[in-house]
Each structure stands twice: as C-alpha cells, then as structure tokens.
C-alpha cells in the first residue's frame, strides 16, 4: 500500500467511487460512504438503505457557495467519519427547510479530510531552497511558533508595527476564523482586505446600505412569487446548484425564465428566452429597458416619490441636495436641515411633502436644480437605443421584447457577480437598480432584485465580533488586495505607509485566486517572512517561508450564520488529524507568544457562547443551552425577506439610493476620481476588454473564467472523485474563433497577452460567443500544461471600486505545434 493510501485508509480514487458510488445513486440516496477499508460489504448495503450508522454529529459545509454551510450530519465508527447525510430541519410551519441540500462537492468532504494533499504537520521551508519549490521540513509546534513570532517581533522593531501583514480570504465563514482579526488588531499589523465581488457587494450597499438579514436585496424564496426571473450576470446552475431548485419551482408555477449572459449556460438551456449580450454592457441594456418602459407608460411616479431618492432637488452647481440651510432656513448639519423637494410651485423638506415633482428642472431662490429622478433620466435618455443595440450586440426587437416581458408581471433580477468581474460592473449593477426604480419592481414580493450568495438569508443573533473588547488597541491600516502588490512595491497606497516585510495568510489563497497572479507572485517573494495556516497545500501555501496545519471542519466545533435560516452550532465529530489545529487555537498560541497572554484567555467555547449572549440573541430565542442541545435553532422572519417590505434601506436618507451625494471612492490609492460623473448611473466601456481598446487589434479575445460545479473558488482542488469526473481545464471557444486560427477540438493551445500566458486543451463550443473564451474558475498552478489563466488577468481597478476584475482581459490564443 502506497503512503498516500496509508493516510486515507486505503482510500484511492478508483476505491472511493466503487465505494460510494459517487454520482446520481449517491446524491439520489442522500449519502456518502467513504473510506471503504473502515465499512464492510455488508455493513454498506444497510447503509445505503438506512443512511444511519455509529454516532452522528450535526457539521456543515465550508463551501463558500450560495448556501454556505449547508447543514449535514456526519457519522463516525472507531473514531473515522463514514458517512454524510442531509437532516431533516423544518421552519415553524412545519414546511422543509429550503436551504438543506447537498452538493457533489458538499459529499466529498470525507475525502477531502482523509486526503493526502492535507498539510499533517508544521513544517519550514528548507534553508537554501527558493519559496514555491515545495522542500519542506518538519518542525514542532513550538518551534513554528518560536521562529514565527521572534521574526515578527524583529520585523515590527526594524520595520514599523504595520510591515506585518494579514490577509484572509472566504474558504470558510465560520466565526472561528474571524479570530485572526484579534491578533492582526493587537499587532497593529496591516489588514489585506479581499476585494473578489466587492464592486458587487458594494454598489448594493452604496444603494441600500447593509441589509441585516440577507446583506443585500431579497431573499432567494421570493422568486417563487414572482411572473418573471431575468438570471442575468449569474450562472446558478454552476455556481448555486443547491438553490437553483427555486428556479425550477418558479418555473413550474409558470414564471417565465429570461438568461442574459455572453455564454449559453445550462440554465440558459432550461429558460424560456436566451439573449447573448456583449461582454461588459449589461448596464446599456437595463438603460435601454427603462427607457422603453419609460415611452410606454411604465414609469412608477408613486415609487420614485416614496421608496427612493427621487424627488430630492440637486443642485446643478456642485451635485449636492438642495437643503434648508442653502436657503438661510437651518443651521448646515444640524438635524432641522433637511432635504428639499419640490411640490406646487415651492421647495419644502421631503417629510413634508406629499406629492412631491419628480421630473422636471427648477430655480429656487436663484439656484438650478433638478429632482435626482431627472438626473437619472436624463443620463439614461443620453443613449438611443440604436446605439445601444449595436453596443450590446442585442437587436431593438429584442430589447423592446425583453422590456414588455419586464413590465407584464411581477419581475425578479436574479444577478450574480459575473457583472462584478469587469471594471465597469457598477455600471451593471446601478443600471438594474435604475430600472427597478423607475418601473417600481420593487418593494413588493415577486418583484426586485436578488444576488447570488448575497441575497442568502442570515439568521439573527450571532455577534461575531472578535475585536470589540480592544477599545484600547489602535489596530493597524486596512488595504485592500487590488492595491497590495503596489503598496509592497512602492510603500505607499494613497494615504496608507507602510514597508511589509511579512504576511499571514489564511482562509484563503491569494496567489491561486487573486488577479493578475505574477503581481502576486513577486508580493511573496519580496517579503522576509510568509506565513500560511491552511487545511491544504494551496498554491500559496507553496510560497511559505513555514505552512501551518489548519483542523478540517469535522475536527473542531463552530458557529455558522451566514446564508441560512438557522444559526447553528457545529459538532467536534472526531480529534484533529496528525497535529492539525483549529485558526482559534493557532492565533491563541501566537498572541501568547507575542505577549498579549492576557488577551488570549477564552477557550473555542467560551468564545463561541459570547457571539450568542446578546439582546438579539435573546428576542430571537437564541440561547448557548439551546444551541448546544438542538444543533441548529431558526432565528430568521417566517416570510422571505424583501426589501420595502419587511426589511427597510439603511442609508443616510432611509431610501433607496440611486443618487449617491458626495459619493467618494472605497479607498484613497492616489487615483483620480469624478465626484460628480459617479453620483448617478452613466455607462463607460470596461478598461479593457472592449473592442474599440487599443489592444484588441493584437489581442482580440476577451477572457472570461466560469463558474463550475466542482470547484468553488480552488477550495475542491485535488479531490480525486471530482478529478474522475472534471480531470483538467480546458478552454472554451466558438468555431469561428477556432477557425480563424486552425484549432481543432483536442489540440494544445497557448493563450497570451502583455502580462503572462497559459496553455491548455481547447474544446470548440457553440455555446460560446465569438470572440469570447471561457476557462473554468478554480484551477491552480499543477493543473495547467504550462503558465496560469491568471496571469493574464489585470489587477487594474475602477477609481470608485476596489475590484477583482477577473473578466476584463484581452489575449490572443496560438495553436502550440
């Protein structure tokens, strides 16, 4: 028996399938059987009938994908876990909990924990040898500790507090890992803020502001009301396989299922309509739905007036509202300044109106405004939509059919953040909101906008706050990761200083995830001393100065409330393989070791038991007793959530904001920035992928990496069952891309721009748009033939928004002889 079977009880790829029967039975039978030298024959097929066996510990998933955490239970025999199977959580109307499945991936955690590709020990790069050439060395836990934290201690005293530096990522959003954040505070290290979805998440909360119970927009379960789903900028039968079934049912109520994407995806297959669109104009198109509904007669006065900014008068001198101290009326900030509306022939605060203009330009007491509904307007009515069809590669027809479907029912967006992948993806983002607010497909139920894995519920009463005692601690600068490798090349990011001399990383994996890799690549190198804590030998984790051994999540208990209608309590099932430690136990002994002893003083427990010992907590009927006794306890409103309905906008104004006053960028990075252009919706192409750049004579292609249902992010890298059935990647491209360059299907091809290259099998696809190639997302460095698909992305950002902008990229691609 091989090493690598010894570590996973015999387990090996081909043994793991004839054991499980991993595929339809499998999922169909809603279990898992794995490690085959632990479960007899016998004792199999009573499994596969029962799905019960030895003790059982209720556990959830880590994938990070829509329903992160789905729940499960996990059994053990003689101290192995054998076994996954779904539970059977039910809401308080006795109904099933629509939140509870389990994906391909989700069953092959056995295997992931039983894998040899875990990282077993701390181990320290062997002196003399270059970060990334995997020679390693065992070391102690005390002596990973030691020569970590004494190094740290003499870069911080050489260096400054802030040439430390931590980065997370999203590999899990248990509240466990949060904890880092307490010694990254007390350090007064650097923070690295992860910046993937963030044009997404952030145009939403710029709109909304941060909505408690899903983070943004409605709640999935209200497609189920709705007349029509535009799954536009999302591929949810890839990426949300295990909430994609409300579509399904949607669609059997009779809602009618519109796809929008450059690619014919799998629920492009199953829709009623499928419109190709040009790569980064989605936020054309939406301008030119409002604008249709607009002519038509489908504009929603009564919204515009009471759910949003609308009537607010802006001045046309500097893009601020018109307020009662512009007219001598109230002291400027004081709370009787209030916004100004225009009603009758007079201006008058917004509270006091009731039926407030919302079109229209005026002059009050010699000032020019306007009510931010007609700035919107009129930068919609600044495109026609002949330009905009020839923009969007969409046909008037079929824009004018797209608008009457809209306006006919009760419309849900169902987007992701595949519109966030290019720099221009506000654009995207504020064109949807626009629509909505001048349609007034909002603010009911069936109607609006949901996000991928952002509109998920989040059950109430977990106050995960990690860093709320050190009122004390100055914490260190945050940046975020599209302008790390230039504050490390330069020492500077607009205001931020600071000379990082060495990083931790955890809960994610950079180098393997982040744009324009190579950038990347050249940030570890540069440092002193690289740290990572993680489960796995991940790409970055081979860029380690030392690597230290993260428990797998069956080997510790945690607290998850994200993306579900039940905060839960995860069990411990079985102690940690080889010396495997949980991220809470790892920093304790490294903020010991630095000397913050005494604030390092709770056990996981303790710490655990606080995140529910809260008002909130308590109204929600959320106690530690409970949790502990019923695993997962439902703390979430009985009806989905909707925005206007039973959840409101949190912003300065309480409304709906589509004119963002004074708006200013996420961070100082030295860039310029056009207050007054990002105030309101407007449309400019992405930086580079567009085909009137100047590049794309020499590098026509735009690159575009998918969402695959075996991967989520490269979380499920090295799984061998998936390998089985998704082996390497490949790249996507229609036949007329192929033709032009004599590729047939099979044949190696190079992919290149300025920045790096990759090469790989190429698979001629139909479903690809011309001009468009499509790699699947998640494959790190050993997969590839040569090179990475990301080191032809660009890390080149939006001024107003910190972004991964993953998709806009131009390259060319060779047939490699």
């Known amino acids: 028996m091989s090493e690598a079977e010894r570590s996973t009880g015999g387990l090996t790829r081909r043994s793991f399938l004839a054991t499980t029967a991993l595929g339809a039975s499998a999922v169909a039978a809603g279990s898992l059987t794995a490690c085959a030298s632990q479960v007899d024959e016998s004792t199999r097929d009573e499994l596969a009938q029962t799905g019960e066996e030895g003790e059982k510990y209720f556990q959830s998933c880590m994938g990070n994908c829509s329903s992160c955490g789905c729940p499960f239970w996990v059994h053990v025999r003689e101290g192995k876990i054998v076994n996954i199977t779904k539970p059977d959580l039910t809401l308080p109307d006795g109904s099933k909990n629509p939140y509870q499945e389990i994906c391909v991936k989700g069953y092959t955690n056995i295997e992931r924990m039983y894998s040899d590709h875990r990282i077993k020990y701390p181990m320290r790069r062997v002196e003399g040898t270059k970060r990334g050439e995997g020679e390693w060395e065992r070391i102690s836990w005390d002596e990973a500790v030691a020569e970590i934290t004494a190094k740290w201690n003499e870069l911080q005293q050489k260096y400054g507090r802030e040439s430390i530096a931590f980065i997370g990522g999203s590999g899990n959003s248990n509240n466990s890992v949060f904890y880092t954040g307490r010694l990254a505070a007390l350090m007064g290290a650097t923070s690295c803020s992860s910046t993937y979805d963030m044009t997404g998440m952030m145009s939403n909360w710029t709109r909304m502001g941060f909505v408690q119970l899903t983070n943004s927009q409605n709640e999935y379960r209200d497609m189920l009301n709705s007349d029509n789903i535009f799954i536009w900028g999302a591929n949810p039968t890839e990426s949300m396989i295990v909430d994609y079934h409300l579509v399904a049912e949607a669609k059997e109520k009779g809602a009618k299922i519109i796809v929008i994407d450059p690619i014919f995806t799998t629920a492009a297959s199953k829709a009623d309509m499928f419109v190709p669109i040009r790569p980064g104009t989605d936020g054309l198109l939406a301008a030119g739905m409002a604008q249709i509904a607009m002519r038509d007669g489908f504009m929603d006065k009564k919204n515009l007036q009471t759910n949003t900014v609308g009537p607010f008068l802006v001045k046309e001198s500097d893009g601020l509202y018109l307020r009662l101290s512009d007219l001598g009326g109230a002291e400027a900030g004081s709370e009787d300044d209030r916004i100004l509306v225009y009603e009758g022939s007079n201006a008058i605060p917004f509270d006091e109106a009731q039926d407030p203009e919302v079109e229209g330009a005026f002059e009050v007491n010699g000032i020019a405004v306007k009510p931010a509904a007609q700035v919107l307007i009129d930068r919609i009515n600044e495109w026609d939509l002949e330009t905009i069809?020839?923009?969007?590669?969409?046909?008037?027809?079929?824009?004018?059919?797209?608008?009457?479907?809209?306006?006919?029912?009760?419309?849900?967006?169902?987007?992701?953040?595949?519109?966030?992948?290019?720099a221009n993806g506000q654009t995207a983002y504020e064109g949807m909101f626009a629509l909505l607010d001048i349609t007034g497909q909002e603010c009911k139920h069936g109607a609006g906008i949901t996000v991928a894995d952002f509109s998920a519920p989040t059950a109430v009463g977990n106050l995960n706050l990690p860093t709320a005692d050190l009122t004390d601690v100055m914490p260190g600068p945050t940046v975020y990761s599209s302008h790390f490798p230039q504050l490390v090349e330069t020492g500077e990011c607009g205001d931020i200083k600071a000379d990082i001399k060495g990083l931790y990383v955890y809960n994610g994996n950079p180098i393997g995830n982040l744009p324009e890799r190579q950038r990347w690549v050249s940030a570890f190198e540069a440092m002193e001393l690289v740290v990572v804590a993680d489960i796995f030998m991940s790409e970055s984790a081979t860029y380690a100065d030392y690597v230290l051994p993260v428990a797998f999540l069956f080997e510790r208990s945690d607290?998850?409330?994200?993306?579900?209608?039940?905060?839960?309590?995860?069990?411990?099932?079985?102690?940690?393989?080889?010396?495997?430690?949980?991220?809470?136990?790892?920093?304790?002994?490294?903020?010991?070791?630095?000397?913050?002893?005494?604030?390092?003083?709770?056990?996981?427990?303790?710490?655990?038991?606080g995140c529910v010992s809260n008002d909130v907590a308590t109204a929600a009927g959320v106690t530690w007793e409970r949790l502990k006794e019923e695993h997962a306890v439902f703390s979430y409103p009985e009806e989905p959530v909707v925005v206007g309905v039973n959840e409101f906008p949190l912003t300065a104004t309480g409304r709906l904001e589509f004119y963002h006053e004074g708006i200013l960028p996420m961070a100082n990075a030295g860039q310029e920035f056009d207050q007054r252009k990002e105030s309101c919706w407007f449309w400019e192409p992405p930086l580079e992928a567009w085909h009137e750049n100047e590049k794309f004579s020499q590098y026509p292609l735009i690159f575009i990496s998918e969402?695959?249902?075996?991967?989520?992010?490269?979380?499920?890298?090295?799984?061998?069952?998936?390998?089985?059935?998704?082996?390497?990647?490949?790249?996507?491209?229609?036949?007329?891309?192929?033709?032009?360059?004599?590729?047939?299907?099979?044949?190696?091809?190079?992919?290149?721009?300025?920045?790096?290259?990759?090469?790989?099998?190429?698979?001629?696809?139909?479903?690809?748009?011309?001009?468009?190639?499509?790699?699947?997302?998640?494959?790190?460095?050993?997969?590839?033939?040569?090179?990475?698909?990301?080191?032809?992305?660009s890390i080149e950002t939006w001024p107003r928004y910190e972004g991964s902008n993953y998709f806009d990229c131009l390259c060319e691609m060779e047939k490699v002889q």
């Open 559 to 609: 607290m998850i409330a994200g993306q579900s209608l039940f905060l839960k309590l995860t069990e411990k099932a079985v102690e940690p393989s080889f010396e495997a430690k949980p991220d809470f136990d790892i920093v304790t002994l490294l903020g010991k070791a630095m000397g913050f002893e005494d604030r390092f003083t709770l056990t996981l427990d303790e710490y655990l038991e």
């Open 707 to 793: 969402r695959c249902k075996f991967k989520t992010h490269t979380m499920f890298n090295h799984v061998s069952s998936l390998q089985e059935l998704d082996p390497e990647p490949f790249v996507k491209l229609s036949p007329k891309d192929a033709e032009a360059r004599g590729i047939a299907e099979g044949d190696t091809v190079r992919l290149f721009n300025d920045r790096g290259y990759v090469v790989l099998k190429a698979v001629i696809n139909n479903g690809c748009r011309p001009g468009v190639i499509v790699i699947d997302h998640g494959w790190e460095k050993d997969a590839f033939i040569e090179g990475h698909y990301s080191d032809l992305t």
């Open 389 to 422: 069809s020839e923009y969007t590669d969409i046909p008037v027809a079929t824009i004018e059919e797209l608008a009457a479907i809209y306006t006919s029912g009760l419309s849900m967006i169902f987007t992701g953040f595949g519109l966030d992948h290019y």
